[in-house]
């Protein structure tokens, strides 16, 4: 259901109008009623329409001006304006403004069901594509951290195969070329700022511009690994990586290793024969976060991944991920994504 504000300063105008807004079958509900532009865009900061009706000539604040000040507020609201024969030159300044459509008075029942129905079809497309995109950003921010560790730790083989995952999900829709470049656009801008944040802002990787890329889905594909190999070849050329021969196999231990509770900073420190401060030190150095961070990042995002399956209750999942303590998990989970296991799971529709 769309919810609708109808602004006209005639009683009758405003009742009609909403009378026959609720009769047309249509899915839209008059929420809010003004007899002025001013009390409109009051009504407007306050509900938040998907649709104003407005009337070109009111007191205190005409049509052209509320479209005006409408502009500069964040709702995106949907303006139709009602006119007179002698305001006809207001409708089509108003139409130059980007309202959707204007009607005459007396407003005929037929021609307002027509436009209803074409507003019901836009706005059905905006939400349809908000969706779209609100999901596509959750996915890239779960993407982002993964993909940019593996570029931080020149795994090629590894990024080619997340790369490769990546685009076989994009593609399932079958994306246009230009929806395809601004969802590789959002995914990479993520990753390069993981990036720029493990290395303290010193990478300089080049700009992402998926929008000058070529249309062709398998070129998108070759320009993202191509981006991806740039800025390893950075990492390469900035970093010492006289430790990296143990640290790619203690970065291989935790991962395989890190469901087990007792795993720590003197085990994985052992391997390498180094003290656990001094192991400590090269990790955050080379890595970009400290051991425990890393530990603690690497068993949340397993536990999200469990989360989206609803055969898991909330504590299995914690001791699948190396939480014996229930509380312990939660209040990680909580700290480093900013809700509850069960608020999550509520996010994403699992009850």
Same mark, same amino acid.
């Given at each position: ?9 005639? !009683? ?14 249509? *899915? ?20 938040? *329409? ?17 479209? &005006?000040?409408?502009?500069?507020? =964040? ?14 030159? +207001? ?10 459509? +204007? ?6 029942? %037929? ?67 230009? &929806?395809? =470049? ?31 890329? *070529? ?40 991962? &395989?290793? +890190?469901? =087990?509770?007792?795993?720590?900073? @003197? ?10 401060? !001094? ?5 955050? @150095? ?7 961070? !890393? ?6 995002? @397993? ?15 914690? %001791? ?15 700290? %480093? ?8 799971? =509520? ?5």
């Amino acid at each position: 259901m769309y919810t609708v504000i109808v602004a006209d300063d005639e !009683y009758m105008v405003k009742r009609s109008l909403s009378k026959l807004i609720e009769t047309s079958g249509e *899915p839209f509900r008059v929420a809010g009623e003004a007899e002025d532009g001013r009390e409109a865009l009051e009504l407007a900061d306050r509900l938040s *329409p998907d649709l104003i009706i407005t009337d070109i000539r009111m007191p205190v604040m005409d049509g052209l001006e509320l479209i &005006e000040a409408l502009k500069h507020r =964040k709702g995106t609201a949907e303006i139709v304006v009602l006119s007179g024969y002698d305001d006809f030159g +207001y409708a089509q300044r108003a139409l130059r403004a980007g309202v959707f459509d +204007y009607l005459l008075k007396p407003v005929k029942p %037929q021609l307002l069901v027509a436009l209803l129905q074409r507003l019901s079809d836009k706005l059905g497309k905006n939400r349809h594509a908000a969706t779209k995109r609100s999901e596509w950003l959750q996915y890239s921010r779960n993407k982002a951290g993964p993909l940019a560790e593996r570029i931080w730790l020149l795994n090629r083989e590894e990024v080619q195969a997340g790369l490769s995952g990546l685009h076989a999900d994009l593609m399932e829709d079958e994306p246009e070329p230009a &929806e395809l =470049k601004e969802r590789y656009s959002d995914l990479l801008t993520l990753v390069t700022a993981e990036l720029e944040n493990r290395s303290g802002g010193t990478i300089a990787s080049a700009a992402v511009e998926p929008m000058t890329w *070529p249309d062709a889905a398998e070129r998108i594909a070759e320009a993202v690994v191509a981006y991806a190999d740039e800025v390893m070849e950075e990492l390469r050329a900035t970093r010492k990586w006289g430790a990296q021969h143990y640290l790619h196999r203690v970065v291989e231990h935790i991962r &395989e290793h +890190y469901a =087990k509770p007792t795993l720590d900073l @003197q085990e994985v420190a052992d391997l390498c024969e180094m003290s656990p401060s !001094y192991f400590s030190r090269v990790f955050k @150095q080379e890595i970009g976060v400290s051991f425990i961070h !890393y530990l603690t990042g690497l068993r949340l995002d @397993q536990a999200k991944a469990l989360l989206e399956d609803p055969r898991y209750k909330t504590y299995e999942i914690a %001791q699948t991920v190396g939480y014996e303590d229930y509380p312990h998990f939660a209040k990680m989970f909580k700290k %480093q994504i900013g809700l509850s296991p069960s608020e999550y799971r =509520k996010r994403l529709g699992i009850k």
